[in-house]
């Protein structure tokens, strides 16, 4: 039962799972330091405030008995959205697109290793022709 489980755990994608998970978390607070620190402060410049969740907000109907009220906020909405392809457009250029040429890169080496050869000059086919035709004659 452990060997079948050292096995199970020791196969390259687990291994290549974990390695993603960690690196995607330390890759998650870079993004969030750029939001935090560089997007954050630019919509506050603009809006006046840290971000665009208290941006066009409205109370539709107020808490009654301690209930929590009913909010339509479109600057959560936004927040959520800018967020997103912030992270998607840092994924995109930091992983995806050097990924994306290094396999290109690959893919171009190996093209031209495995093209065929050129075809031999008319005198190197004409020496090959009688070799041939002389082996064949002498078996």
């Not at 096995?7 to 935090?36: Q, S, Y």
């Not at 907000?57 to 929590?68: K, M, P, S, V, Y």
């Not at 995806?96 to 075809?119: I, S, T």
């Not at 190197?124 to 041939?132: G, H």
């Amino acid at each position: 039962m452990l060997a079948g489980f050292k096995t199970f755990v020791m196969r390259g994608n687990v291994v290549d799972l974990a390695v993603g998970i960690v690196i995607g978390a330390a890759f998650g607070a870079v993004v969030t330091a750029f939001v935090t620190n560089i997007v954050n402060p630019l919509i506050a410049a603009l809006f006046g405030k840290p971000d665009l969740s208290a941006v066009w907000t409205w109370t539709l109907r107020e808490g009654a008995n301690g209930a929590d009220p009913t909010i339509l906020s479109i600057g959560a909405f936004l927040t959520a959205v800018l967020n997103f392809l912030i992270v998607g457009a840092a994924i995109y250029f930091a992983v995806v697109m050097p990924l994306n040429r290094l396999a290109e890169r690959r893919k171009a080496g190996q093209v031209a290793e495995a093209a065929e050869p050129e075809a031999p000059a008319a005198d190197i086919a004409l020496l090959t022709e009688i070799r041939d035709l002389l082996a064949r004659d002498d078996a």
